[in-house]
């Protein structure tokens, strides 16, 4: 059956396509909108950075003061927490939007993984420095030590890239949706994890649903970062379109190719 629609607020995600070169030299440009926000949000990521690693420096700064100020030391690594996370966030945003390449092996793990690295920066200096600090006791060094090995490991961990996008991935993921359905052209939702080829999809379609994006593989990626298309919905268009031919775009078929169709029965009087 076709889509049938659905009556949820269908939302078009505004922006160009990327550009999808023939299926053999398939490579993935992010649209020059994306490229903006992508450059966008590194910025903001680098600025959150230099804030973090300058609290850090604070901190350090802090350990040579006597006597040295234990809720002093534990709001500097608070907020150099905040602005590390923060970054971390925005950076691995801005990856969505403008990916590396997977050919480029160390710069493909540096620009996915920079958070993590970055996290080591802003925080391990400053842990190793209160674990020798003669000045520091017992207690309040196990503590603001305690505190510092903590935000390290946040901050490394929310720098993790788990499931670094690629610009091979997304060429990848759009010539499958356009191999099946002739055209670049998905749905998907705020909480889900697969993008779908109908709006009225079961799994989209439903009471709890209240929005719905529609838009191309690369903006679910952007925008949710949705790697996987629905199996139901590619089921259920191979079932629909298992004799009808994929639809080719009209301005590559030449209307003198047109298939004959039935012959058009002429009015007799
Ligand atoms: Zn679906």
């Given at each position: 059956m076709p889509d049938k629609g659905t009556k949820k607020k269908l939302t078009h995600v505004e922006g160009e396509a990327a550009s999808s070169?023939?299926?053999?030299?398939?490579?993935?440009v992010p649209a020059p909108e994306s490229k903006a926000k992508a450059g966008k949000f590194r910025l903001f990521a680098v600025l959150s950075w230099i804030v973090a690693i300058g609290l850090e420096v604070a901190a350090i700064l802090q350990l040579r003061v006597q006597p040295i100020k234990t809720w002093l030391l534990i709001?500097?690594?608070?907020?150099?927490?905040?602005f590390a996370v923060i970054g971390?966030?925005?950076?691995?945003?801005?990856?969505?939007f403008d990916p590396a390449s997977e050919k480029q092996k160390v710069r493909f793990f540096v620009q996915n993984q920079l958070g993590a690295i970055i996290a080591v920066i802003?925080?391990?200096?400053?842990?190793?420095?209160?674990?020798?600090?003669?000045?520091?006791k017992g207690k309040q060094k196990g503590l603001v030590g305690a505190v510092a090995v903590v935000a390290l490991l946040i901050a490394g961990f929310t720098g993790i890239d788990f499931n670094p996008p690629s610009q091979e991935q997304y060429a990848q993921q759009t010539a499958q949706v356009e191999?099946?359905?002739?055209?670049?052209?998905?749905?998907w939702t705020k909480s889900g994890s697969k993008y779908h080829l109908?709006?009225?999809?079961?799994?989209?379609?439903?009471?709890?649903?209240?929005?719905?994006?529609?838009?191309?593989?690369?903006?679910a990626r952007e925008l949710k970062n949705i790697t996987e298309l629905c199996k139901t919905c590619e089921a259920r268009w191979t079932k629909e379109h298992a004799a009808a031919e994929v639809p080719a775009p009209a301005a590559e078929?030449?209307?003198t190719e047109l298939p004959a169709g039935e012959p058009v029965p002429v009015p007799v009087n």
């Open positions: 070169p023939a299926a053999e030299a398939r490579t993935f709001v500097l690594i608070a907020a150099d927490l905040v971390n966030l925005l950076w691995k945003k801005a990856n969505r802003a925080f391990l200096p400053l842990v190793l420095l209160i674990l020798t600090n003669k000045d520091l191999q099946l359905t002739g055209q670049n052209h998905v749905y109908y709006s009225d999809c079961q799994h989209i379609n439903t009471s709890k649903t209240d929005e719905i994006f529609e838009g191309t593989v690369a903006q078929v030449p209307a």
